[in-house]
């Protein structure tokens, strides 16, 4: 298999199949790893901007174009995350790669289709659905969702109605409109990273407040799990689920990360 075909089999993003989705190898327990297959990583300049080279040889996407992005910067550091891997190639510990990867072959080309989607999100927007008991889970979602939808309301017009418990309220067109209106100067690359951001939150208003920076990690990630939160400190630790938690905010910071490399022209 040549380094390209390689490169689109590690990140088969274009069928958005992950690798614990993959069937395990014969006679393992576990998903296959591709062994390394380069030794040196490094970032270049190419036509379209910055790629990463390995051995020499740009890495191109699974949909087979050049995976170039538009910052040195990004480039320099999604080249570490090729340098870093040992024997074998880990997808799951190269979340910019990921992330240039999705924004290129499944944003670019579908871009109408990923704003409404993201939009969509709004629509049942987490922070519009509280908690009717008790009434301290009631004040601290208050307290922490309240001050979001203001912000979405004064910058954007972005007006979201609330409800009590989970029967569906159903948001004015306006309001999901200016919503949309908010994303169309955003390029496919913040696109991509807007999409994670609000599907890890759960909420559309959380990943627009990171995009834009009216929160930072620790903001967005204690907004979007204020309820898990709370119920870890009712019910006690749950190691499975700080598990489960700690990755989704790992995944959030470097969805972060990848939103400051976009705006480094370093």
Same mark, same amino acid.
């Given at each position: 298999?040549s380094?390209?075909?390689?490169?689109?089999?590690?990140?088969?993003?274009a069928?958005?199949?992950?690798?614990?989705?993959?069937?395990?190898?014969?006679?393992?327990?576990?998903p296959?790893?591709?062994?390394?297959?380069?030794?040196?990583?490094?970032?270049?300049?190419?036509e379209?901007?910055?790629?990463?080279?390995?051995?020499? #040889?740009?890495?191109? *996407?699974?949909?087979?174009q050049?995976? &170039?992005?538009?910052?040195a /910067? %990004? @480039?320099?550091?999604?080249a =570490?995350?090729w340098?870093?891997?040992g024997?074998?190639i880990?997808?799951?510990?190269?979340?910019?790669t990921?992330?240039?990867?999705?924004?290129?072959?499944?944003?670019?080309?579908?871009?109408?289709?990923?704003?409404?989607?993201?939009?969509?999100?709004?629509?049942?927007?987490?922070?519009?659905?509280?908690?009717?008991?008790?009434?301290a889970?009631?004040a601290?979602?208050?307290?922490?969702?309240?001050?979001?939808?203001?912000?979405?309301?004064?910058a954007?017009g972005? #007006?979201?109605k609330? *409800?009590?418990?989970i029967?569906?309220v &159903?948001?004015?067109?306006? /309001? %999901? @409109?200016?919503?949309?209106? =908010?994303?169309?100067?955003?390029?496919?690359?913040?696109l991509?990273?807007?999409?994670?951001?609000v599907t890890?939150?759960g909420?559309?208003?959380?990943?627009?407040?990171?995009?834009?920076?009216?929160?930072?990690?620790?903001?967005?990630?204690a907004?979007?799990?204020?309820?898990?939160?709370?119920?870890?400190?009712?019910?006690g630790?749950?190691a499975?689920?700080?598990?489960?938690?700690?990755r989704?905010?790992?995944?959030?910071?470097?969805t972060?990360?990848?939103l400051?490399?976009?705006?480094?022209?370093?």
């Open positions: 298999m380094g390209e075909e390689e490169t689109a089999a590690i990140f088969d993003l069928r958005n199949r992950t690798l614990d989705e993959q069937p395990p190898h014969p006679g393992r327990d576990g296959r790893l591709p062994k390394r297959f380069y030794k040196e990583a490094q970032a270049g300049e190419v379209g901007g910055y790629a990463i080279l390995l051995d020499g #040889r740009a890495v191109k *996407t699974p949909s087979k050049v995976l &170039a992005v538009p910052y /910067a %990004l @480039a320099r550091a999604m =570490a995350e340098a870093g891997q024997e074998y880990d997808p799951r510990s190269m979340w910019l990921k992330l240039a990867n999705t924004a290129l072959d499944l944003v670019k080309p579908r871009r109408a289709a990923v704003i409404a989607e993201i939009v969509n999100f709004a629509g049942t927007d987490l922070l519009c659905y509280r908690a009717e008991a008790p009434d889970l009631v601290r979602q208050a307290a922490e969702w309240e001050p979001l939808l203001a912000w979405a309301a004064k954007h972005i #007006r979201l609330v *409800t009590t418990g029967v569906h &159903a948001q004015d067109d306006a /309001a %999901l @409109a200016a919503y949309g209106r =908010a994303l169309e100067g955003l390029d496919h690359f913040r991509a990273a807007l999409h994670n951001a890890l939150t909420s559309a208003v959380i990943g627009l407040a990171l995009l834009e920076r009216r929160l930072d990690v620790a903001g967005a990630f907004a979007a799990h204020l309820d898990e939160t709370w119920q870890m400190e009712i019910s630790r749950d499975e689920e700080e598990a489960r938690l700690a989704r905010r790992a995944e959030l910071g470097e972060s990360r990848f400051d490399l976009l705006s480094d022209v370093t």
